[in-house]
């Protein structure tokens, strides 16, 4: 061999050489460009975006926009569905219930029902034992000096109350209303109740003792929702009571 074919060939190798360091450091690159663009797709999925594109903050008017009317109307609808489904179809009583949900926000008609039935249990147990302490604390002034006007007359005659709470078997409220930021819902109550009434000697002069009575009732609670320091306090006070 002459030494220019050596030369040549030597030439040769030395190109096929260069070609494959070139090649390889163009293929190492690529693959990582290609598992650069994997991993920020596979966030760009895991953040919820858009098969590819890429996900740009919005911008201050498309904040507004989507924190506006968008979120509120669908709040909003959401609380009328639930409050038409709590109130039977009856539209008045769902619109009522959402005008009290405008001011509170964690209003619930289920919530306030499961209230006002124990508080309707508690208020008739306290005023059969006389038990002035209780009704001040779930009455209005008006009703409570009601209470004890009747219970004063009661005590006067020398009569007990001998009663049993059964339970109730129905609490359905009938009305609502809110004015001057003040929600008024009444409510009417079917509950059982054995009662019977005895003079000083024990002899029972009304009602009986052995018998299960149906008794309803329609009572109005209210409650202050027009400033957050006012809604701070979820009790609510029986500030009418009538006969159905």
């Known amino acids: 061999m002459d030494v220019f074919t050596l030369l040549t060939i030597l030439v040769a190798v030395i190109a096929v050489l260069k070609l494959r360091s070139v090649l390889g450091k163009d293929a190492d690159g690529g693959e990582e460009q290609r598992r650069a663009e994997r991993q920020n797709a596979e966030r760009r999925r895991a953040a919820g975006g858009d098969g590819g594109k890429v996900v740009t903050m919005p911008r201050r008017e498309t904040v507004a926009a989507a924190d506006g009317p968008q979120g509120p109307e669908v709040a909003v609808a959401d609380a009328e569905q639930r409050m038409l489904t709590f109130a039977g179809g009856d539209a008045t009583i ?6 009290i949900y405008q001011y509170d926000a964690a209003f619930e008609p ?8 124990q508080a309707y249990e508690m208020i ?6 006389g038990n002035r302490k209780t ?9 409570n000096d009601e209470f004890l006007a009747e219970m004063a007359a009661r005590d006067k005659r020398g009569e007990l109350i001998d009663q049993s709470f059964v339970g109730i078997n129905k609490a359905d409220i009938v009305e609502t209303e809110i004015k001057n930021g003040v929600a008024n819902i ?16 024990g002899a029972v002069t009304g009602g009986d003792p052995q018998k299960i009575r149906e008794v309803t009732d329609v009572w109005t609670f209210s409650r202050d ?12 006070r029986v500030i009418a009571t009538q006969e159905p």
């Open 94 to 99: 769902a619109q009522g219930l959402l005008k």
């Open 110 to 117: 289920g919530h306030f029902v499961k209230g006002a039935k």
């Open 124 to 129: 008739v147990t306290a005023f059969a034992e």
């Open 135 to 143: 009704l001040k604390e779930l009455l209005s002034r008006e009703v």
């Open 186 to 201: 009444t409510v009417r109550f079917v509950s059982q109740l054995i009662t019977a009434t005895r003079d000083r000697s």
């Open 225 to 236: 929702v027009s400033t957050a320091k006012a809604r701070q306090s979820l009790n609510w």
